[in-house]
């Protein structure tokens, strides 16, 4: 019998959380596509003039999360007041949310700490509902 991979965009389980905003469980509410996008590079090489290389090992862990959710769902509801919430809040609070990725068929988790909007998305209105795309920074993404 042939070795057959599963993927379920189901069991992917997203929960975003900040201790004034609260807890959403944002693949239960409307959640049509999350991105991680890693920053930093993991090294670079210094070339001398001689041709000797030095690779240099770099800590990098930041990056962007792009979410997409249905325009007027629950999750973008949430996103809207944690955003507006955020723009209002003294700074100690602004880089105070986390996120967490739970994918059990693919068995990791990822987690992202001092999460921060990049900006507020445009809202668009047309025939029909669309998806509203979020940009979020994070200053820690672990796996």
């Not at 007041?81 to 100690?92: E, G, H, T, V």
Request: proline fraction near 2%; aromatic fraction near 10%.
């Amino acid at each position: 019998m042939a070795k057959t991979t599963v993927y379920s965009f189901a069991d992917v389980k997203v929960v975003m959380y900040h201790q004034d905003v609260g807890q959403c469980v944002l693949s239960s509410q409307g959640l049509g596509k999350i991105s991680i996008s890693m920053s930093g590079d993991l090294s670079s090489h210094t070339a001398t003039a001689d041709g000797y290389v030095v690779v240099n090992r770099l800590k990098n862990n930041h990056g962007t999360i792009t979410i997409e959710v249905p325009q007027n769902s629950s999750s973008d509801e949430y996103l809207r007041r944690w955003a507006k919430y955020l723009k209002n809040a003294d700074s100690y609070l602004f880089a105070l949310t986390a996120l967490n990725i739970v994918d059990s068929m693919g068995r990791f988790t990822i987690y992202c700490e001092n999460v921060t909007p990049q900006k507020i998305p445009d809202r668009v209105y047309d025939a029909t509902s669309g998806m509203v795309s979020w940009v979020l920074l994070a200053a820690v993404i672990k796996e």
